[in-house]
């Protein structure tokens, strides 16, 4: 027969145990992050076009993060629940067209898509399953439209420098949130367009004014490079 110290010590454990995976599951916003293809391909790294071609000339998804409100973040928070095909099955297409890997060797996006998931998805199993975490981070994109947002105020994917100041207000008034903008550099050192991060609540419903934004940081003029 157990002593109840014993007893009390396996319970402690037990109850640190769910306080360890609840605090995995808990988080205070999320970080939609969409990237410019023709900055990816524009830096000493290059790229590789998806065996499925190359991607139209849009910002494309990166991935739906959840973050915590003091900068950092969750990662690999359920190794019970790997990246499923079958899932997603009836997404592939718009996760072809939206959410495609510019990695090399040339893929078919299952090994990027694997890694957002199991790396940020899995940290927001609490709000969203793995098929409604891809389908809420499609429609956020739509939602955002960020290419419509920058053309609408005159800026173009022409090659020309803009400033920082007319992207972010550009993007803030087509979005209605302000935006941290990502910056790459170019084989020749310049300043490019490169991420842009909205926050979204947990939900993932609703975009909102980031709590913290990441570290980094663009050069007053930036390059908004063709693709």
Known sequence: MESRGSILIKLLLLLQLSVLCLSQQDFDFFYLVQQWPGSFCDSKKSCCYPTTGKPAADF??????PNYKDGTYPSNCDPNSPFDQSEISDLTSSLQ???????????????????????????????????????TTLNLKQKSNLLEAL???GIQ????????????????????????????????????????????????????????????????EIEFPTF
């Not at 494309?60 to 993060?65: D, E, N, T, V």
């Not at 420098?161 to 170019?186: H, M, Q, W």
């Open 60 to 65: 494309s998804i990166h991935g739906l993060w």
């Open 151 to 153: 053309t609408s105020s």
């Open 97 to 135: 067209k939206n959410w495609p890997t510019l990695a090399c060797p040339s893929g078919d996006g299952i090994k990027f898509w694997t890694h957002e998931w199991e790396k940020h998805g899995t940290c927001s199993e609490s709000s969203l399953k793995q098929h409604d975490y891809f389908e």
């Open 157 to 220: 994917a022409d090659g020309n420098s803009y400033s920082l100041s007319s992207i972010r207000g550009a993007i803030e008034k087509g979005v209605g949130f302000t935006p941290f903008i990502e910056c790459n550099v170019d084989p020749s050192g310049n300043s490019q367009l490169y991420q842009v991060y909205l926050c979204v609540d947990t939900s993932g419903s609703n975009f909102i004014e980031c709590p913290v934004f990441p570290r980094g940081k663009c050069g007053s």
